[in-house]
Every structure is written in structure tokens, then in C-alpha cells.
């Protein structure tokens, strides 16, 4: 059973950091793009960063370039995103994301994506 398991969210002010991880059990998603999302209430689910299997290309979205950091360590079936400078527009529950078929590349829509961690709260307080 593959499951995905985000941890790290919490409460934290404007200005400040947090750094959410991504376990991965159940089979490794070392050979493929994986990807955050996030969603606050009543919006969408809105792509937030991915990066590519070996961690050679990252992408983000422009409301969080500059600000978060992907990364991983597929030894360990981990992905990160470090946040800083968080903004009260960050707070929203945050999810990881992985394919069902490997990905070459990274995609920003949520449907190509099967496999959903729980989702982890971040709310950023002014």
C-alpha cells in the first residue's frame, strides 16, 4: 500500500520559517518528478513546487519563488520544502503529490498526479 505522509505544518508568524518533509512508503518514487500543492479554504488546489527525479530541475510557483525550496533524498523516499518568509497568503493545508507511472518532468496540474499525502496545516499569522 502506497502511502504518502507529510509532517512539519504548524502555527508560525509572518516572517518566519518551516520546513515540511514527504515520507514515502510502499514503493519509492525515486525515478519521478513528485510535487507540493496547496489549498486554502474555499480555493483550489494550487501547484506550489516539484521537482525532477534526480533533483537536476525545480520549479515553482511565482508567489513562493524566492521564498521555498524543494528538495529530496530519494535514499530515504524524502522530499522537503523548506518555507521562509512565510506570508498570512501561505497559510493553507499543504500536500505532496506522486505518480502512479513515473514522471520525466514536473507537472503543475493535480490530475496527473495520483498518490496524496494527508495534508499538513501551515497557518501564518500577521
Known amino acids: 500500500q502506497v502511502q504518502l505522509v507529510e509532517s512539519g505544518g504548524g502555527l508560525v508568524q509572518a516572517g518566519g520559517s518551516l520546513r515540511l518533509s514527504c515520507a514515502a512508503s510502499g514503493r519509492t518514487f525515486s525515478r519521478s518528478a513528485m510535487g507540493w500543492f496547496r489549498q486554502a479554504p474555499g480555493k483550489e488546489r494550487d501547484f506550489v513546487a516539484g521537482i525532477e527525479w534526480n533533483s537536476a530541475n525545480t520549479y515553482y510557483a511565482d508567489s513562493v519563488k524566492g521564498r521555498f525550496t524543494i528538495s529530496r533524498d530519494n535514499a530515504k523516499n524524502t522530499m522537503y520544502l523548506q518555507m521562509n518568509s512565510l506570508k498570512p497568503d501561505d497559510t493553507a493545508v499543504y500536500y505532496c503529490?506522486?505518480?502512479?507511472?513515473?514522471?520525466?518532468?514536473?507537472?503543475?496540474?493535480?490530475?496527473?498526479?495520483?498518490?496524496w499525502g494527508q495534508g499538513t496545516q501551515v497557518t501564518v499569522s500577521s
Open positions: 503529490a506522486a505518480p502512479k507511472y513515473s514522471l520525466g518532468r514536473v507537472y503543475t496540474e493535480p490530475d496527473k498526479y495520483t498518490y
